[in-house]
């Protein structure tokens, strides 16, 4: 039961914060001393760091953004999710402008949830190869 819980919270903020932009499901999902140790180096890593992600990155720059998950493993208090953001490329990205092609960004996460709420999260993706395409189109 509480796996599946844990995997309802992951999607949940799949498809509410980073899809749809809802600032109220991310503050109920984020604890206030969560961790993101994906966060680049010297750069924040609590709960503003993803929020800036999608706030202030790729949701100005990827018209049509969307989350689809492919897998979510849950167990103890980890949910392993492997999913797929994409848009099109319609604003700055990363010091790009706008080129109107597809974007498509292959993400591997881990998500520690204690309560309901994302405490820590640790994460692979493919944005650096998805800049490269861009730059060379």
Known sequence: MAHERNKQVVSSFNVQVIQNGRRDV??????????????????????????NTFDQVLRPALAGLTVT??????????????????????????????????????????VRVTDGRY???WG????AAALNQLRQS
């Open 26 to 51: 991310f503050e109920a999902l984020m604890a206030d001393d969560f961790v993101n140790h994906s966060a680049p180096a010297g750069a924040p890593n609590g709960p503003m760091s993803m929020w």
């Open 69 to 110: 998950i492919h897998d979510q493993i849950a167990e103890g208090d980890k949910v392993v999710t492997r999913k797929t953001i994409s848009g099109v490329h319609v604003g700055p990205l990363m010091g790009i402008p706008a080129t109107g092609k597809p974007v498509t960004i292959d993400v591997i996460d881990v």
């Open 119 to 121: 405490a820590e999260h």
């Open 124 to 127: 692979l993706n493919t944005l």
